[in-house]
C-alpha cells in the first residue's frame, strides 16, 4: 500500500512497523527508539519499495524502474544503496536477518512488518516534545508564504517550495524533511527553535513571494534552527515573461548559496569538537571550505582530514572524490612530484567513482585528473556528467569552463563561468571564475582583460599559485616586462624550484601554439 494523502483536507497515511523500527512513507522517516535514523532519500526509497512488495522477490530492473524511475544508473550504486538500507537495519549481506538476496532473482523484505493506517485533520501538528537530531546535517524548508491572495502566486510559492525540497534532497550528506511534515507550519507564526525541535532538524528554510505587475520577489533566509541565528538570507527580483523559468532560474540559484553556507555552518561545528572525535562527515565538512584558500598548507591540512574521514568510512565517495582533487592540485602547483601523484589522485577519483556512480563531486575529481593527465575530452565529459548529477553544481561550472579554456572554446569556457557566478557568487568559485576569465583573455590575446581579471581575482582572496601564474603570462605577454618580472618574484616565493620545463606540466593548454605562448610569455619574465 502507498502512502497517499487523501481528499477533503484529510491526511492518510500507513505506518510500518518491524522489530523496533517505524517507517512513516508520509513523513519519509525511519525511527526507532533511539531516534530518527538518517537515511540518503534514494536509500529511504529503496526500503520502502522492499517493504511495501515484501509478498514477492523485486528484481533489479523492478528496483531500477521504481527508485531510479527508469534511469540508467550502474549496478554498483545499486549495491551501495542496498548496503546503506541494510547499515540503518544493523542488517548485512551476510546474515541478511531483514533483507534477503536472492542470486539471480532479486530482493526481498522478509521481516515481520505490521501496517498501521493513521488519519488526521490536514492542520495536525507535531508532538511538541524534541525529537532527536539525525547523525548528520538535517534541514526542512517550511512553505514559502505567498503575499498575494492570487492562486496562480499561491501556486508559484508551492513550486518553489517543492523545487527546493526536491534539490535539497539529492544532497546526498543532507538528511531532509519532507514536505508533509513541514506543510503545518504554513500560514502560522512560529519560532524557528521551536519548530526545529518539532522537526528533529538543524538548519530551516524560510521564505517568501510576492507579485508585483509583472515583476516578482523572492525572500530566502536560512536560519539555524538551535539557536535561532539567521546565516543567510538573499532576494531575487525578477520579470514573470516565462513563470516557470523564473522558478527554476530561482530555485537554482538558492539551492547553489545553500550548499555552501551549510558547509561553513558544519564546519564551525566541528572545529568546537575534540579531533579525536570528528565523524568523516565532520572532517569532511572542514576540509571542503578550506578550498575557499587552498594555499599549501591549506591543502595539507585538507589531505590530512580526508585521508581520516576515508580511514573511518571507507566507503563515502564523496570523500575519497574531495581527497583526488586535492592530491592532484597539490601537483599542480608544484608542491607534490607530477607522476606519483597524479597516478594516487586517479586511484582515489576511480575509488569514489566506484562507490557512488551518481556522486557529482566524484566525477568532478575524475575530470580535474582527466585534465592533469592531458585528456581534453573525458575531462570535459566528467565535468558534464557532474552537472547532469546537479545542475547548480557551481564549481562544477567553473572547472569546466577552465577544461574548456584548455581546448580553446574560451566562448563556451566564459558561459560556463556566467552561470557559476549566477549560481554562486560566494563561496567555493569566489575569485575562481576570475581566473577562468584571466586565461581565456591571454587565449584570445585580450591580455589587459587578462591583467584585471587576475589581479581582481587576487583581490578577491584567490591569491593561490594558478592565478599569479596568468598574472605573470598576461603581464609579459602585453610587453609590461617590469611588472611581470615583480610579478614572477611573488610566484618565486610559493613555488621556489618554478622552471619552464615544470611549468609545461602545471599549465593546462591543449593547443601547443596556446602552450608554447604562455611559456615564451614567462621566457620573457626571465624563467629559465
Known sequence: MDCSTGPMRVIRRVIYQFEDFTLDCERRELRRASGVVALEPQVFDFLEYLIRNRDRVVSKDDVFKSVWHGRSVTEATLSTRLNGVRTALGDTGKAQRLIRTLPHRGFRFVGAVEETPVSAGAGERRPAAPLSLPDKPSIAVLPFQSMSEEPEQHHFAEGVTED??????????????????????????????????????????????????????????????????????????????????VQDEITESILATIEPRLYAAESNRARRQRPENLDAWSCFAQAVTLLDNPTRDNLAAMGRLLRQATQLEPTYARAHALLAFVIAAESVVGWADAGAAIGSARESAMAAVRLDGDEPWAHLALGYVHRQRGETELAIAEYEKALALNASFAFAHSHLGFALCGAGRTAEALAHVAVAERLSPYGLVAGLNDMVRAMAAFIDARYGDGIDFARRAIREGRGDVNIRRHLVANLAAAGRLAEARQALAELRESVPNLSAKALEYMICFWRKRDSKRYVDAFRAAGLE
Open 164 to 245: 527546493v525540497i526536491t534539490g535539497l534532497s539529492r544532497l546526498k550528506w543532507l538528511f531532509v524533511i519532507a514536505r508533509g511534515s513541514t506543510v503545518a507550519y504554513k500560514n502560522r507564526a512560529a519560532d524557528m527553535r521551536q519548530i526545529g525541535r518539532e522537526l528533529g532538524v538543524r538548519y530551516l528554510v524560510d521564505g517568501s513571494v510576492r507579485k508585483a505587475g509583472a515583476r516578482v520577489r523572492i525572500t530566502a533566509k536560512l536560519v539555524d534552527a538551535e539557536s535561532g541565528s539567521q546565516l543567510w538570507a538573499d532576494r531575487y527580483d525578477r520579470d514573470l515573461v516565462d513563470i516557470l523559468a
